[in-house]
């Protein structure tokens, strides 16, 4: 049974890869997500209501790093798209 489940897993892995989609906990290039909050910091949003949008409890967490998963640029994008709409 957990065989059978790993391998459809597995294929299923293999199959959003091919098709260029990445898992949610892929880690990406993080410079499209600090520019995207630049922006929003520069349209005078603040970074803690930034920070309590993508989920996260302390501004700290905006933390400029090198990488974010997939999931954070894309939580990253949506809030971009409905804020600045």
């Known amino acids: 049974m957990c065989t ?3 391998r ?15 898992p949610l906990g892929a880690h990406v290039a993080a410079t499209e ?3 995207l909050i630049a922006a929003l910091v520069a349209d005078d949003f603040t970074t803690a ?5 993508l989920g996260q ?5 905006l933390q400029y790093t090198d ?5 954070t640029a894309l939580k990253i994008r ?3 798209r409905q804020w600045t709409t």
């Open 8 to 22: 459809r897993y597995s294929a299923h892995y293999r199959q959003a890869i091919r098709t260029g989609r990445l």
């Open 78 to 80: 949506r809030l971009v």
């Open 49 to 53: 209501a930034i920070a309590r949008a």
């Open 67 to 71: 990488r974010v998963t997939q999931r």
């Open 4 to 6: 059978d489940a790993n």
């Open 57 to 61: 409890h302390f501004e700290a967490r």
């Open 33 to 35: 997500a600090h520019r």
